[in-house]
């Protein structure tokens, strides 16, 4: 049975957000007579909102409810990738869990199944809709650690940089993911990989608690010892079973110095620096974290003139461990061949983990494809090196993420996150400017001619990789037994598919 609570209970000792004041509300108020509605948005069914639905609305709810006619609608809307242009008819900027509650009885009033925005970063664009709600907790930001419990709750609006930030001011972390301004949110709720899943596992393999604002519109907590069924749905189902807003996670101590940073070489040497990427990583300690990187050289000043815009191979390490003893460790690292570039040196944690912020900016236009992997074959490498020569933007890369260690001790039914013994997972991730949207064939099909060279090899998808495919690849992410188990999940939780717009997980027939 599941235990409900009301209001903010479960966040009330976070630290608090300001209130967004909206003068007079005159965004939300009706323009004329009640007898000639102002309409915002039309569902496929041909029902409307209309500034009235919005004004009865903002009678209970504390932050902006932003509508098209609202001054800050075009910013509002726009979402981390710039490929994505939708319109919806009302973006409600929550504040608190009584915000949340409002927004999703609204829609469940209304019959809009709402898209939930936390650091809006799903390359699919599942964090917005055309002409219906989006439920955004960008507003919600706020944190508490506990230094003697090691434990840190974050607010669902919460990007990696919160995590980092906070929790680093005590020593402390869990994994976060490769990009700071990534939210909290939807990467755990995929299951949440970065620098140091090696040593302490996934995201959500930290993962205490959360508070949900389920599709009835009611707030209830989720943990090992209260609905269980459904804190087990959350660690790896993404968003398919309501709106947390709040994320409890146990910390680790680390750093906050920490050994890290990137080797790079020319393509040439990619054929010896990828299979002593395989081999190392294979017996590598836990506090190794590696990742492989294929890509056109950047012009940037630490890379040599002659390299820029030349293809390369890369090896980005973190240790998480002590500073003397990864360099003796990740020595050999350096050794492969002589390198172009090599930044690996003591630094903040909070340092790395933004490292790759420039590289992936808000507003760009983004397309990926990924698979797991196993242990990278010579096959496997030839294919990656080869695909890698016809990379059709200087923005574009191939990351190669190493899993194991801590990862692949979870048993595999504990949480809703797959194949735990896969050795890789990686991303084909397209990237170029606005200005040439013209381009954007060409570079999907890149994406594509790569994803399909590797498909025999594949091991399934992570769920947070998955892009326009995710309709159809969200069946792969998941194992037949996770699968059954989230549908009849889904159909206790949210049996009439609310929370759709997402890599959707469809509820079990009757």
């Known amino acids: 049975m599941r235990t409900r609570q009301s209001g903010q209970?479960?966040?009330?000792?976070?630290?608090?957000?300001?209130?967004?004041?909206?003068?007079?509300?005159?965004?939300?108020?009706?323009?004329?007579?009640?007898?000639?509605?102002?309409?915002?948005?039309?569902?496929?069914?041909g029902m409307t909102i209309t500034k009235l639905d919005i004004d009865a609305l903002a009678a209970n709810f504390q932050g902006p409810l932003i509508t098209p006619d609202h001054p800050t609608y075009d910013s509002a809307r726009q979402i981390w990738n710039g490929q994505i242009q939708r319109r919806?008819?009302?973006?409600?900027?929550?504040?608190?869990?009584?915000?949340?509650?409002?927004?999703?009885?609204?829609?469940?009033?209304?019959?809009?199944?709402?898209?939930?925005?936390?650091?809006?970063?799903?390359?699919?664009?599942?964090?917005?809709?055309?002409d219906g709600l989006v439920i955004d907790l960008s507003l919600m930001t706020g944190s508490r650690v506990d230094p003697v419990a090691r434990t840190i709750q974050l607010q669902g609006g919460c990007h990696n940089s919160h995590l980092d930030r906070e929790s680093q001011a005590f020593g402390l972390a869990a994994t976060g993911g490769f990009v700071s301004h990534t939210g909290v949110g939807g990467l755990t709720l995929g299951g949440g990989i970065g620098h140091l899943m090696r040593k302490f596992g996934l995201s959500i393999d930290a993962l205490r608690a959360c508070d949900v604002v389920t599709a009835d519109g009611e707030l209830v907590v989720a943990s090992e010892e209260e609905n269980a069924d459904l804190f087990w749905g959350l660690r790896g189902g993404g968003g398919n079973f309501g709106v947390v807003t709040s994320f409890t996670f146990a910390l680790q101590p680390l750093g906050p110095t920490v050994l890290a940073g990137m080797v790079m070489w020319p393509m040439d040497d990619a054929p010896a620096v990828l299979r002593f990427f395989r081999d190392f990583i294979a017996d590598a300690p836990d506090e190794v974290g590696l990742m492989g990187n294929l890509r056109l050289a950047p012009p940037l000043p630490v890379v040599p003139a002659e390299l820029h815009g030349k293809p390369i191979v890369a090896v980005v390490a973190t240790y998480a461990g002590g500073v003397d003893e990864g360099q003796e460790i990740l020595r050999p690292v350096t050794a492969i061949a002589p390198a172009a570039v090599n930044t690996l040196v003591p630094k903040p944690y909070a340092v790395h983990q933004k490292a790759f912020d420039a590289a992936v900016p808000h507003g760009r236009h983004y397309y990926w494809k990924a698979h797991k992997l196993g242990p990278l074959t010579d096959e496997v490498i030839d294919i990656v090196i080869d695909q890698c020569s016809t990379i059709t933007s200087p923005l574009s890369s191939v990351p190669i993420f190493s899993l194991g260690g801590a990862i692949a001790r979870v048993p595999e039914d504990a949480t809703a996150f797959p194949y735990r013994d896969a050795a890789h997972d990686l991303n084909i991730v397209a990237s170029w400017l606005p200005e040439q949207a013209a381009d954007a064939d060409r570079h999907i099909g890149w994406v594509r001619g790569m994803f399909d060279a590797l498909e025999p090899f594949s091991r399934g998808v992570y769920v947070n990789f998955t892009s326009d495919d995710a309709a159809d690849r969200v069946r792969v992410a998941y194992s037949p037994q996770q699968w059954d188990r989230l549908t009849a999940l889904k159909a206790t939780y949210d049996p009439t598919n609310f929370f759709r717009r997402n890599a959707n997980i469809p509820p079990a027939a009757a």
């Open 88 to 130: 919806p008819a009302l973006i409600a900027r929550c504040t608190g869990v009584a915000d949340v509650i409002a927004a999703v009885r609204f829609g469940r009033e209304h019959d809009l199944n709402p898209a939930v925005r936390g650091g809006g970063h799903a390359v699919a664009g599942h964090a917005t809709c055309d």
């Open 9 to 45: 209970i479960g966040v009330a000792h976070l630290t608090q957000v300001s209130r967004v004041d909206v003068p007079s509300r005159s965004h939300v108020s009706c323009a004329g007579a009640a007898t000639t509605p102002t309409y915002f948005g039309r569902h496929s069914d």
